[in-house]
Each structure stands twice: as C-alpha cells, then as structure tokens.
C-alpha cells in the first residue's frame, strides 16, 4: 500500500472517496495479543481499539497471529502492516486504515514468537477471534475436547502449542513462571458466554498438565476472562473487494476487508491490566452481556443459519438474495417471531422490533452480497450454540419449532445430502469440520430417518439431551425427505402449513 509520511500520531486514518493520498501514522506501543488474525478481527476490535488510542492515547497496539494462515500477515507485513477496511453499503463510500498493529505472523512454526509477546509485562490482554471451531469443545461434556488432535498434541508439546487454548495456557504459564503480572484474556467469538467458557476450557487444560497448581493459582488470582458480545457482518475478501479498495484508494492493497456499516460491541467491565478507552468508540459496558448474546446468537446468527441453507438450496449465491425470496422471507418472519424471540428476554435498552428492523436492513445489503456459503459454513459448530436451548425451551411446552428443524435438515441437505441429491454450487462450497464424518454416515444409513438420527446419536456434534427428544428428530427427518423429493420451496411452505 503506499503511503506518506506524518509527524502526526494516530493509529487511524479514514478517507472519504474520492480522496486519494493517505497519511500513514505509527502504531502506539503492544498491548494486546491476538489469536486469529481474519477479517472479523481486522474490522472489530483492532478497529474499535486504533480509534480509542487515536482519541485518548495508550500503549495498546495489536501483536497479531495467525494460527494456520499465513496469507493475511505476509500481506499485511508487506504493506507496513496496513490494510483498509471497505465499509459496503448503499448509502456509505468510507474508507478505514487501522494503524494499530505492531506485528502480524502466521502458522505453527511462529507460536514461540507469539508466547514469547505474551510472557512480557506490557502485554495486558490476549484476544482471540478463532470461530466457535476454534475452542474445541466437547458437544458430550460440554468442556474441552481432550481427544481432538491439537489438545493431545498441545499437552506434550509446552514450546509449541496449536491450538488457541493450548496458546494461551502455555503463554499464561509463562507469566506465572516469572512476573506473575495481571492479565486479561478476551473472547470476541459468537460463542455464548464466551469469557466464562474460555475460563473454563483454559481450567481444564491446565489441570490435564504434570504440575498445575502454581499455575491454576495465578489464573484464579491474576487472569481475567469477560464477556463480551460482538457484531459485525465482515464477508470473505473477493477480487471485487480488492477493485473497490484501488478504486477508491488510488493505491493497491493486498489484504482489503469488507464490512458493513452496521457495528456493535457489548463488554463486560472486567480488565485485569486496564483496557483502551473503548467506551468513547460506542462500547457498552455492561453486567448483563448474556442478554446481548442470546438476542444477538438467537435474532442475527439462528436466523442467518436459516438464510443461508435454505437461501443455498434455492440456488442464492448471496444472503441478500435468499432474504428476497417470498417463501424464505416468510420463514425468517416466523423464525424469528415465534421460534427465537419467545426462549430469551430482550436486553431492557433494546426493542426487539427495532432490533428486528436493522437486520432485514443488514441482510438487504446487495452492496455488500454476504455469501450464502460463508454464512453457512462450519454449521456444526455454531448450531449446537444456535438451536439447542430454543429447541429445549419449545419442547417443554410439547412444541416441535418448525423452522428450526427445517434449518437443521436444510444444513444436511447441503453438506451431506443423500439419494443422489444435488445440493447445488452454494451448498458444496459451504465448509464443515464434521463434513466427512456426515459423509460417511449419510453413505451406510438405509434410510432419511436412520440418517438423521445417527448424526443426533453418532456424530458427536448435538447435545445427548437434544438427542433424546425423538419428535424433533422425526421432524427433522421429515423436512429432508421433502427437500429431496420435492426441493427446499415444498418443504418451506411444509413448514409454515405446521407453524
């Protein structure tokens, strides 16, 4: 990216089209470590973060790592770790330049160098943005995957840990094997009570290792783990992406995001070491971050799920494209209105029709074009957080959710289909780490039926409690079968016959 020198200090610059000569200003000193170095992060927090060391100083640039990708920081490194973040939508042209990081490495042979920046006094927080994939947790336990590969390898291998848990334990460790300075570790994943969760999962690491006590004593006493929620729409950066960045920029940049206008950021008030003055950015601070979450895991995630199966069956290449579609229209309305909104309560500063209103704005965003096979990437592991407790809450009352079970057999349909069914170009680009194991379970089950419930009983990714509830299963089974015989615009208006 080219650039041009500044006396001044600012760790942002924003360009309003048609502008075309930058100021680059110098990143504050590191304060924060952060694992997952992708598009969300780069248009979140390390956005929120430039613009509060911009307005009210602090030494809190973003040490950045990647834990398998090297693309993003070789781009990054490359252009004087810059990059722009393309706000998409029909009404803003605003160009972003975070200058808030102060490193940016990638892939498993850099790790010592990413412990080695958590172990120093000056690092007050680790981040991390690594997907609900990312934490590997047990769908049986509900705690840490003791079996998945990285764990097992993480616990005999303290130098070079490969999983963002594994990573943060031994660079915790490190603290507690010299200094013993406060820290705060930071989940900015959608995953429910993620600061509580990423406590516990770290807990259950440490106490799987030869000697845990000194260090579980400096985690109970020195590390703090809030809760927060985070939302913003960052898609996948394509060709367009890169085009629009030059054309707007007059300079080529080799790692562009894309992000919607729309942004928010729900934290809870708990920082070991101090924390950059986000407040002043818009963050809100608050007790009650599970309020957020659930409105935000059930209202926006649940009913993208919805938008993204369906919308990929019905052969959308876009989020924006599946909203339009009059029958897939119909079932977020109903999804959303009886099957998510009645299991949670709305956080008191919000109304749920307001919140409702924004998102079929958001998810009308042609501009932007969200794609459906993103969206409807990794669905087994952001379901089990998405359905698994509105599916409880209705069943206590002897309700099957209709359009839940629907979204659950329209995810299958695209990442395992069976009978010889074509899911289409969108499904099979969709991305799933249990994909070979549907796979395999889709090709020996005689039946939809024997099918469906294999994956709730064999497949290790739904709760045993879900899995017990034999109503929603056949529901489900039904609602593939349909889509089979009859393609997904059969089984929706199946759906709202039963709603």
Same mark, same amino acid.
């Given at each position: 990216m080219a650039s041009a020198s500044s006396s001044n200090s600012?760790? *942002?610059?924003? =360009? &309003?089209?048609?502008?075309?000569?930058? =100021?680059?200003?110098?990143?504050? #000193? &590191?304060? $924060?470590?952060? =694992? #997952?170095?992708?598009?969300?992060?780069?248009?979140?927090?390390?956005?929120? &973060?430039?613009?509060?060391?911009?307005? !009210?100083?602090?030494d809190w640039g973003i040490f950045g790592y990647s834990l398998r990708s090297t693309a993003i920081p070789e781009a990054m490194t490359n252009q004087d770790l810059l990059y722009s973040i393309v706000t998409i939508s029909p009404t803003s042209e605003a160009i972003d330049i975070p200058g808030i990081h102060t490193g940016a490495i990638g892939g498993?042979?850099?790790?010592?160098?990413v412990l080695a920046q958590i172990s120093l006094v000056s690092t007050k927080i680790i981040s991390l943005t690594v997907t609900e994939a990312g934490y590997l947790i047990s769908p049986q336990s509900n705690g840490l995957n003791i079996q998945a590969p990285e764990i097992i390898h993480d616990l005999k291998n303290p130098l070079s840990p490969k999983s963002a848990i594994g990573i943060i334990a031994r660079g915790l460790e490190l603290r507690a094997n010299s200094h013993c300075e406060p820290i705060t570790v930071m989940s900015c994943d959608n995953l429910s009570g993620n600061g509580d969760r990423t406590r516990q999962l770290v807990l259950e690491f440490v106490s799987l290792l030869d000697s845990p006590i000194k260090l579980r004593t400096y985690i109970e006493n020195s590390v703090t783990f809030p809760n927060s929620m985070v939302d913003r729409i960052v898609p996948g950066t394509e060709l367009r992406h890169l085009e629009l960045a030059e054309e707007r920029l007059g300079v080529h940049d080799l790692s562009p995001v894309p992000a919607e206008e729309f942004s928010m950021w729900i934290v809870e008030d708990n920082f070991a070491a101090g924390?950059?003055?986000?407040?002043?950015?818009?963050?809100?601070? %608050?007790?009650?971050?599970?309020?957020?979450?659930?409105?935000?895991?059930?209202? *926006?995630?649940?009913?993208?799920?919805?938008?993204?199966?369906?919308?990929?069956?019905a052969g959308q290449e876009t989020i924006p494209g599946a909203r339009f579609v009059p029958y897939i229209e119909q079932a977020v309305q109903t999804i959303l209105n009886k099957e998510f909104l009645p299991s949670f309560t709305m956080p008191p500063a919000?109304?749920?029709?307001?919140? $409702?209103?924004?998102?079929?704005?958001?998810?009308?965003?042609?501009?932007?074009?969200d794609r459906t096979s993103r969206v409807g990437s990794d669905g087994s592991t952001k379901l089990p957080q998405r359905i698994t407790e509105p599916v409880l809450f209705h069943q206590r009352s002897g309700v099957v959710p209709q359009y839940i079970a629907l979204t659950v057999a329209a995810w299958l349909a695209c990442v395992a289909p069976i009978k010889g069914f074509d899911p289409g170009a969108d499904a099979r680009a969709m991305k799933d780490p249990s994909k070979e194991k549907l796979l395999e379970l889709?090709?020996?089950?005689?039946? &939809?039926h024997e099918f469906v419930t294999s994956v709730f009983n064999e497949?290790? $990714?739904? !709760? %045993?409690?879900?899995?017990?509830?034999?109503?929603f299963i056949e529901t =489900?089974?039904?609602?593939?079968?349909?889509?089979?015989?009859?393609?997904?615009?059969?089984?929706?208006?199946l759906a709202a016959s039963r709603s």
């Open positions: 600012s760790p *942002l610059n924003k =360009i &309003t089209v048609p502008q075309n000569s930058l =100021i680059v200003q110098s990143a504050p #000193g &590191t304060g $924060i470590v952060h =694992i #997952g170095l992708g598009n969300f992060h780069r248009a979140h927090l390390a956005f929120y &973060t430039a613009c509060a060391v911009r307005d !009210s100083g602090g498993p042979d850099r790790v010592s160098e924390r950059p003055a986000w407040e002043n950015q818009g963050v809100i601070f %608050t007790d009650d971050v599970a309020a957020y979450e659930l409105m935000k895991l059930r209202l *926006l995630n649940g009913t993208h799920s919805l938008l993204s199966y369906l919308g990929a069956l919000l109304k749920a029709e307001d919140y $409702i209103s924004q998102l079929f704005s958001r998810w009308s965003n042609t501009v932007l074009g889709a090709a020996v089950k005689s039946s &939809t497949a290790a $990714i739904f !709760s %045993t409690e879900l899995a017990q509830h034999l109503d =489900i089974a039904m609602y593939l079968d349909q889509i089979i015989e009859n393609g997904i615009h059969s089984a929706a208006d």
